[in-house]
């Protein structure tokens, strides 16, 4: 039971990134259409000083899980 749950909130989060990705990228698509010289470049710098953090922490993340950990199993 808690597992199913536990995929049904993936399964919500990943419908609201998608949801928000597309909203984004009407937003950014339209200014560039609409020859913004402001636009374009405003989105790009964000999501670059946004990316690195976010992945930071992210990949910190991972490590904790054991992610990258050998298995010694795997390996015979």
């Not at 990705?21 to 402001?38: H, R």
């Amino acid at each position: 039971m808690m597992n199913n749950n536990k995929e049904t909130n993936k399964q919500k989060i990943a419908y609201c990134w998608a949801i928000l990705t597309v909203i984004i990228s009407l937003i950014v698509g339209a200014g560039v259409l609409s020859s913004s010289t402001q636009v374009l470049p405003l989105v790009l710098a964000i999501v670059a000083v946004l990316f690195g953090p976010v992945c930071g922490i992210l990949y910190i993340m991972e490590i904790r899980k054991g992610v990258l950990s050998a298995d010694n199993s795997e390996e015979e």
